[in-house]
DNA sequence: CAGAGATCGTATCAGTTTCAGATCATCTCA
DNA sequence: TGAGATGATCTGAAACTGATACGATCTCTG
């Protein structure tokens, strides 16, 4: 184990040996710890929206595109659609979202944004900057541009569509509430009404 | 919602509107997707690697850098000490991995790999980079060295700081190797007796 | 030198997350 | 019409994560 790393983020690719093979050139390793790394920040920089990074992403979600169903969401942002039914819970619960019935299938659940869940968004997507420049603070700006460009794409390229298998797992570590046993939702008597 | 994946890689990035706040232009969304995608197919690839993707990565870092303590070997990979300790023990379990005390601080185990543990270290390299290949698959070739770089990059810098906090308080600048105390000078024969 | 405080690896426990599967209502299709 | 599939929700169990305790050991200070 070589000793001293480097105090300048700067030197950091630098002193990459990409030949070695050592835990600095694996692609696991690096994403490991980005990921986590934004977990952990994240979730404090989001903590006051229900579900965390993932509730947060659920927002953007549904206030940049169509109203759709939960499952589709889950698939659409690689979250268990078990999970996806307690972070809407805890959404809900706070008034930022809606549940509406989609008037075509009745099956379906759709998501909609309230104002409150609106306004909540645009603070956390701040503060979530902020996290994210710190967390590329080893990188220039116009690095940083590419990270988010390169992954975007790898991620909409194959690499999404393996991670976005039906029922995939999910590692955002902020606590969803712990679901309330026996807690069957009640049917929501409105819903009955808007039968076609 | 639009949830059809472009069946290009190719116009993935083309189709990102980077002014519109939308799910695709979330780092948030893109790391856990790629992650994911990592983990799950990593897991499959290095599935007789005890510990999977994590006990690989120990490989990786004790094979190439000076022997060291689990702890430090922990924060250099961002994983917890108790889940190191069980990787550890899976990996010793199939004689992948030796652990021998620190002459200079009976604390301390260091962990050393085996002949058998290069060996599989050797194919598991293999399999692992045909599945980053194909989670990368969006990138041409240039794109996928510099999404390597910029990740290794910015996980060496404040990335990894925040990343790397598994042990609560841990203070820590990235994954230290084992302290540069003042070390006092190895006890004669004391060795066969500290064994566990 | 003695003792306080810190550290390392391991054990233990509890809470959270993940996963698989069941259920009910609803939809699709032959 | 009915079989098979689907969406949301529920349930139980397994896996994971994190906190903490503990014994052995180390470091440092008076």
Redesign the interface.
Known sequence: ???????S?TD??AQ?D?T???????????????????S???SVAVADVPGG?RG??VL??IT?????SQL??A????IDKTAMTYIIDALETDALVERRPDLRDRRIRQVHPTEAGHALLRTA?VA?RTV?D??????SAD?QT???????????????????LPD?????NLPVPAPERSRRRPQPTTETETRP
């Open positions: 184990m070589h000793a001293s790393l480097p105090t983020p950091a690719a990459i990409w070695a093979n050592g835990i600095e050139t694996e692609l696991g390793w690096s994403l490991a710890l980005m990921f986590h790394g934004y952990r920040a994240g990074p947060y992403q953007v979600a940049t595109e169509e109203p759709t589709a969401l698939h659409r942002l690689g997507r979530l994210e710190a967390l590329m603070g080893g990188l690095e590419q990270l988010r460009q390169l992954l975007a794409k790898a991620a909409l390229g194959t690499g999404a569509t393996a991670a976005s995939t797992n999910s590692d955002l």
